[in-house]
């Protein structure tokens, strides 16, 4: 039977991938809310503009630009959109987070068998919301950006009195309008959390598992391969306490000093369990680890 660190490391590469069909699934959902949220202000704006004539002054194309009835449809759908992505990030991160719990008790399991401990049991469902909630945060000031772009831009093509056609393009466009651009925003927010949620969901459990493991600590987990950022590589195997942060060198970061990953945007390392017992136990020690991302880098 593989060693408990090598035990946990499988654990945790397994769960990597899990949790990257979870992140996927979830950004699916929110290219679809975008595009039809895209379609049926297109349409809306179709009929308004149709409703003009067959060929309109620009003038008439003018007075567009404070049509009450335009403005308000375009309000209350993005008013519908933010309430359809509060709805999908927070049952998709729940999900991320539960398989997050699922994975540290796991983990916890492994290290309490090591040192003899017999866990009690405890919940965390009160900790939900702490995964949860920084990403919920960010919504309101997606769907902003996407009201001024969307208003703003309209407003001054429909006052120049520019063609349908080239309105269409510019703002309505599937793949180069402003919905897309919202769109590639929400999905690298919703990259970001997913794995936020994942890690933070494992702190807070090992937070509670230190209360009857002394000794419990921290430490990265990086996929140790071509594409691992210098970032990862550096950071692969580094412990500490679990109220400390990790020292981060090398680019890219979003800063020296994490509690957690992500380390970067579109980071894949983990954070996992650590007790000193594992390098007496296991054949994969902490400086193995450390070894093999540092001939990673001495490679490139």
């Known amino acids: 039977m593989p060693d408990i660190q090598t ?34 202000l297109l349409a809306r704006f179709s009929d308004q503009f149709a409703a003009l004539g067959d060929d309109p002054t620009p003038e008439q194309i003018r007075q567009l630009a404070n049509d009450a009835n335009l403005i308000r449809a375009i309000e209350e759908r993005l008013a519908q959109l933010e309430h359809e992505m509060n709805g999908i990030i927070r049952s ?27 866990l009690l049991p405890f919940a965390l469902d009160a900790f939900m919301e702490l995964t949860i909630g920084p990403a919920i945060e960010q919504v309101p000031g997606l769907i902003s950006t996407l009201r001024a772009q969307l208003l703003g831009t309209l407003r001054e093509m429909l006052a120049s009195g520019d063609r349908f056609s080239d309105i269409v393009r510019i703002v309505y466009q599937r793949e180069l309008g402003i919905f897309p651009r919202g769109r590639i925003s929400a999905e690298l927010m919703i990259r970001r959390a997913v794995i936020q949620a994942g890690n933070n969901s494992k702190m807070l459990y090992y937070a509670q598992a230190q209360k009857q493991i002394p000794g419990l600590q921290k430490q990265v987990v990086a996929s140790v391969g071509g594409d691992t950022t210098d970032t990862c590589l550096r950071a692969h195997g580094q412990i500490q306490p679990l109220d400390k942060p990790f020292n981060i060198e090398g680019t890219p970061s979003y800063g020296r000093r994490q509690m957690q990953p992500p380390f970067h945007w579109n980071c894949r390392s983990s954070v996992a369990p650590y007790h000193p017992i594992f390098e007496r136990t296991s054949s994969l020690t902490t400086p193995a680890m450390q070894a093999a991302a540092q001939a990673e880098l001495a490679n490139r």
Do not use: C, M, P
Not at 8 to 24: F, Y
Not at 93 to 117: N, P, Q, Y
């Open 7 to 40: 035990q946990i490391i499988n654990l945790v590469d397994s769960a990597q991938a899990a949790q990257l069909r979870q992140e996927n699934a979830l950004i699916q959902e929110i290219a679809r809310a975008y595009e039809n949220a895209r379609r049926d």
């Open 92 to 118: 998709g991160l729940t999900d991320v987070s539960d398989a997050a719990f699922d994975l540290a008790s796991k983990e916890i399991v492994l290290v309490a068998e090591a040192l003899g401990v017999n």
